[in-house]
């Protein structure tokens, strides 16, 4: 499953890049420490070890089981 959806993953890394950038750019002097993820996208196997390897935040990826 992981190998199909590569590119998914890949495409879902470059907008939350482009997010990460956006926000960084209108907010300087912000640092980004870690990336909170929630819904039914984060339960595919390897979606969270793929994002922490290419997101790059110092305090990884966690998922969220709800938000309150």
Known sequence: IFQSMRPIFA???A???RSIGFYSS???GVELKRVYALGNAFHLPGLQKYLENNLQA???VIKL???N
Do not use: A, N
Request: proline share 7%; charged share 35%; aromatic share 6%.
């Open 11 to 13: 495409e879902l890394v």
């Open 15 to 17: 907008e939350i890049q």
């Open 26 to 28: 209108t907010h300087r």
């Open 58 to 60: 110092p305090g990884g």
């Open 65 to 67: 089981e709800r938000f």
